[in-house]
């Protein structure tokens, strides 16, 4: 299991995952960074995003079991979801404040941009992704494949 707290307006946010007997350990943020954010976990696999004070400048990343940084995400704001294989879905650096498109940094180092425009909130082993679009008021599931 993997959890953030969000601490009064002076403490960085943290991230912790749990092992099996309970025991909890603490994400650690990059160098130069006091915020992190677990957003997935999977087989042993953690990911989340690492920031500055106040979420400047957030960095996906992927942790080990351990707290410890398996590895960041070249080009990346966030990871979100995480497969078995280590393939990480996440949302590219975007304009101004905001995150950009949705793009999966395969485990083999590899970059791809999915198929489909789309918010995407889960990624099946299949190499599914399942999310919504939007456009003139109305929301629309969207199922896409990214192999």
Same mark, same amino acid.
């Given at each position: 299991?993997?959890?953030?707290?969000?601490?009064?307006?002076?403490?960085?946010?943290?991230?912790?995952?749990?092992?099996?007997?309970?025991?909890?350990?603490?994400?650690?943020?990059?160098?130069?960074?006091?915020?992190?954010?677990?957003?997935?976990?999977?087989?042993?696999?953690?990911?989340?995003?690492?920031?500055?004070?106040?979420?400047?400048?957030?960095?996906?990343?992927?942790?080990?079991?351990?707290?410890?940084?398996?590895?960041?995400?070249? +080009?990346? #704001?966030?990871?979100? =979801?995480? /497969?078995?294989?280590? @393939?990480?879905?996440?949302? $590219?650096? &975007?304009?101004?404040? *905001?995150? +950009?498109? #949705?793009?999966?940094? =395969?485990? /083999?180092?590899?970059? @791809?941009?999915?198929?489909? $425009?789309? &918010?995407?909130?889960? *990624?099946?082993?299949?190499?599914?992704?399942?999310?919504?679009?939007?456009?003139?008021?109305?929301?629309?599931?969207?199922?896409?494949?990214?192999?």
């Amino acid at each position: 299991m993997a959890a953030w707290r969000s601490g009064s307006a002076e403490e960085p946010t943290q991230s912790y995952v749990w092992d099996e007997g309970g025991e909890r350990t603490l994400l650690q943020p990059l160098r130069g960074h006091s915020e992190t954010r677990v957003q997935g976990i999977r087989n042993g696999r953690v990911v989340g995003f690492s920031a500055q004070e106040n979420w400047a400048n957030p960095i996906g990343v992927e942790w080990d079991l351990r707290g410890g940084l398996v590895r960041t995400l070249e +080009g990346s #704001a966030e990871a979100t =979801r995480v /497969t078995s294989s280590g @393939d990480v879905l996440g949302r $590219t650096v &975007g304009e101004g404040h *905001f995150p +950009g498109p #949705a793009a999966i940094w =395969r485990s /083999t180092g590899q970059f @791809d941009q999915p198929p489909v $425009t789309a &918010g995407y909130e889960e *990624f099946a082993d299949t190499g599914s992704l399942y999310g919504w679009s939007y456009s003139e008021g109305t929301y629309t599931p969207v199922h896409a494949r990214c192999e």
